[in-house]
């Protein structure tokens, strides 16, 4: 990542003719994900599936031939728990096919299903692929009964088939929750950030693996045609991830798009503008609560709270076209509430037993024409530097 304090002296120094006192002091919190992932040496067939819990893993898919290179793992599902498993590898270079798969099967060798299968596209940085049973039964045979599930991984495609393929691994055991007390329930109409204060420059990443983990507030960055951008942000129960992003001086024949995913990569559903070659804003269609999952269709995968991803892709316009400036305002909109109970357990433990990342209680505090003012006046000033880069 790009020093921060040294960036935000660089813009400060090409936008001095734009009145905004202190637009580019660093005075927000930034967080990287740490290099936390632990590597693991992933079995060669499903007898062979080495043994993982809830968490972060690195690992590699051997080279081989067109058919692929397969690693299995094995994890043990208790009943009435939900099996998340999302797989991401780099998006290598060259022509030809190149694909990714997570499959599931059963501790004999049934083949389960849930699993996913993916194929690269032009463009694309990375590929990732995930797995998302329903939650384990006592009553089912087999598949979705609680024990052990074997997980299968595996490249395929003839693109540099020979090259090793590192990939990165996630975890994740979803317990049944109560409900969550004075949630909305229901889509929603759309929401806008309600964020005010100083701008930070900041880098995304390419893959949601290495996105920056922000704090709600507004922020700089910079993106080429055919580049991705990811940025991360926590929501609470109860919250809604939304955002707004402005792209100055993009050059004709370009369009910017906006997806969003949630903690184990499941596509979540916005409400707004996502692409075009104006300004997007989106939120999500209603707020994180464990019953969505159950209601299915768009709110589905809004079920989980923790670190939502958005991605940002610019395409089109020539290959020689330089960097675009970009203002992005993130938030986790509404006061987050407090953590549901797993199903079964006691009110005084049940908050350590639910597996979510804590998101800051904070309110809608600023006015949401305060939000969309701030990026009004970030927009003059990427106008501005955008002008100045080019001159």
């Known amino acids: 990542m ?51 819990d809830p968490g972060r893993y690195t690992d590699t898919l051997p080279g081989g031939d067109r058919q692929g290179s397969s690693r299995y793992y094995r994890v043990d599902v208790a009943d009435g728990v939900a099996l998340h498993v999302v797989a991401t590898v780099p998006v290598l270079e060259g022509d030809g096919g190149q694909n990714l798969g997570v ?42 009964a609680p024990g052990e599930v074997v997980v299968q991984v595996r490249r395929e495609g003839d693109r540099d088939a020979g090259q090793a393929l590192p990939v990165d691994l996630l975890v994740r055991l979803q317990p049944q929750l109560t409900d969550t007390a004075d949630a909305p329930d229901g889509e929603q109409e759309q929401v806008s950030p309600q964020v005010g204060g100083e701008t930070v420059d900041v880098t995304g990443a390419d893959s949601w693996v290495r996105a920056p ?17 990811v940025y ?10 939304a955002f707004t992003v402005q792209a100055a001086g993009r050059p004709g024949g370009t ?4 997806t969003m995913t949630n903690p184990v990569q499941q596509d979540v559903t916005l409400r707004g503008t996502t692409e075009g070659d104006g300004a997007l804003s989106a939120s999500a269609v209603t707020g994180v609560r464990p019953q ?11 079920d989980v709270a923790g670190t939502y991803y958005l991605s940002l892709r ?50 809608s505090s600023v006015p949401g024409w305060a939000g969309a003012g701030v990026l009004a006046v970030v927009g003059v000033g990427l106008l501005v530097l955008a002008r100045r880069r080019r001159s």
């Open 255 to 258: 369009r910017l798009r906006a």
């Open 232 to 241: 991360a942000v926590t929501v609470g129960w109860g919250q809604r991830p």
């Open 213 to 229: 983990v922000l704090a709600p507030g507004t922020y700089v960055d910079e993106i080429t045609p055919g580049a991705t951008r």
């Open 314 to 363: 610019l395409t089109g316009g020539a290959d020689d076209v330089g960097a675009v400036a970009l203002g992005l305002q993130l938030d986790a909109v509404g006061t987050a509430l407090d953590a549901p109970r797993v199903v079964g357990a006691a009110p005084a433990t049940a908050e350590e037993a639910v597996p979510v990342e804590a998101a800051p209680s904070r309110g």
């Open 292 to 302: 969505n999952v159950d209601a299915g269709g768009e709110r589905a995968a809004l």
């Open 2 to 52: 790009r020093d921060c304090w040294t960036q935000a002296a660089r813009f400060r120094s090409q936008l001095t003719l734009v009145v905004v006192a202190g637009l580019f002091s660093a005075g927000l919190f930034v967080a990287v994900p740490e290099a936390s992932a632990a590597a693991v040496d992933g079995g060669s067939t499903v007898p062979t599936a080495v043994a993982l």
């Open 103 to 144: 499959t599931l099967f059963s501790p004999t060798g049934t083949r389960c299903d849930g699993g996913e299968d993916v194929s690269a596209q032009d463009g694309d940085p990375t590929l990732t692929a995930g797995a998302h049973p329903p939650a384990a039964s006592a009553g089912a045979d087999g598949c979705g």
